[in-house]
């Protein structure tokens, strides 16, 4: 399956059998990012979170204690 990078356009070429390929045939809105690109912006984000004035939310703010 041949895919293009969403920010570098970069063509890579993925097996068919992957769980990303399928995820790419299957759900349209998914987009694919080269490993490259996605090392990028983890390393950016990493910097952002590091300076203070970024908030990042990993997870919701309320927990599943408090649904119990």
Known sequence: MRVKCV???AI???DD???LSKKLRNR???TYMCSPCYE???EKTEERLATG???FYRDSPKSAEDYL
């Open 40 to 42: 990028r912006i983890a």
């Open 12 to 14: 890579n070429i993925l």
């Open 7 to 9: 920010i570098c356009d």
């Open 53 to 55: 004035k970024f908030r």
């Open 28 to 30: 349209p809105i998914h």
């Open 17 to 19: 059998d992957l769980p």
